[in-house]
């Protein structure tokens, strides 16, 4: 790979992939080359969000036309995007994708949950891009599938102690700011519906359960969690909270060296000596973590706190990309 990489981001006119142009738009090792939409196309982005100051013209997507470049970062949602990163993988572009469409392996699965796989061959390539937990396979990896926001923190909390064999049972009460349900509003994320409100939704299954139990699984914890997603009226953050009835008892020291142990040396993951609120993480790529033990109950409690547009997408898509390339992978994010 030369010094400086070719890209594009596909479907930059959303939270996510707008948040992804910009910061690759000042990536010292990337040059951020087309931006595409499946809307607001032939306007720049500069001008639908101007914060960023990326001055790219939105384009429509005709892959053929993106084969000189050299990787792309995919944000369509869910079902959308399949068929785009094949098309791009046949061109020879290494693919970051931010949908949900490659993030679980197992096809019966992701029938279950997304109905029929539309690039059934690509699942066998594709790696699930928690950095933290699949490092080496990704920096060798030509399609990377971006993890959920959810499922991002609850893994980041809950990994540890899968990894010990110490979870019996685990219950994560998540809530997440309303970017994380997209730029179109629905009846949920209204602002009469949101503002001053909290709401469950998803109680009888949300779609980031299944890669929580896949990546658990792979941890050696044959226990399925308990989730649940909640809206809170922010526009940005996500914080999972996490009960966890453990296999033998713990202390908090014991349970705070795991921790340690575990993340001592990952650069975006920060251990809190008192919970975490979504401020403390805000525009950020880290990930800040509090654990304790109740007294009453003996549970450990793991909160966990990211920016759900930043770690829990855009950013973390960035931090695989680095290390698919070969670069630090703090490279544009520290």
């Not at 910009?22 to 990337?30: A, F, G, K, T």
Request: aromatic share 6%; with cysteine.
């Amino acid at each position: 790979m030369s010094s400086v990489a070719r890209a594009c981001v596909v479907g930059a006119s959303g939270y996510a992939g707008a948040l992804t142009a910009r910061i690759l738009w000042d990536h010292p090792h990337v040059s951020l080359e087309t931006i595409t939409a499946r809307s607001e196309v032939g306007r720049a982005l500069s001008d639908l969000y101007p914060r960023y100051r990326v001055p790219l013209v939105m384009e429509e997507l005709d892959p053929e036309r993106l084969s000189s470049l050299d990787v792309a970062l995919v944000s369509y949602p869910h079902g959308a995007a399949a068929e785009v990163v094949a098309a791009l993988r046949g061109q020879g572009l290494r693919v970051v994708d931010l949908s949900a469409d490659f993030r679980i392996g197992d096809l019966d699965s992701y029938a279950a949950w997304y109905g029929a796989h539309k690039a059934p061959d690509l699942l066998g390539e594709a790696v699930f891009g928690l950095t933290e937990l699949h490092r080496s396979e990704i920096a060798g990896a030509d399609l990377v599938a971006n993890p959920g926001c959810y499922s991002t923190a609850a893994l980041l909390a809950l990994a540890p102690l899968a990894r010990a064999g110490l979870i019996e049972d685990a219950v994560v009460d998540a809530k997440s700011g309303v970017s994380g349900a997209g730029r179109e509003a629905t009846p949920l994320t209204h602002f009469v519906s949101a503002d001053e409100n909290v709401i469950p939704y998803g109680v009888e299954g949300h779609r980031h359960a299944p890669e929580i139990d896949q990546e658990l699984h792979a941890l050696g914890c044959s226990e399925r969690v308990t989730f649940t997603p909640h809206l809170v009226p922010l526009d940005q953050g996500l914080l999972a909270s996490c009960y966890v009835t453990t296999t033998r008892a713990l202390e908090a020291d014991e349970l705070r060296a795991l921790f340690e142990e575990a993340y001592d040396r990952e650069r975006f993951i920060e251990l809190a000596d008192v919970p975490p609120g979504v401020r403390d993480v805000r525009d950020t790529n880290v990930c800040r973590i509090h654990t304790s033990i109740e007294r009453r109950t003996g549970r450990a409690l793991v909160f966990a706190a990211i920016d759900n547009l930043w770690k829990g997408a855009a950013s973390q898509a960035v931090q695989n990309l680095n290390l698919m390339l070969g670069l630090d992978e703090a490279e544009g994010l520290a």
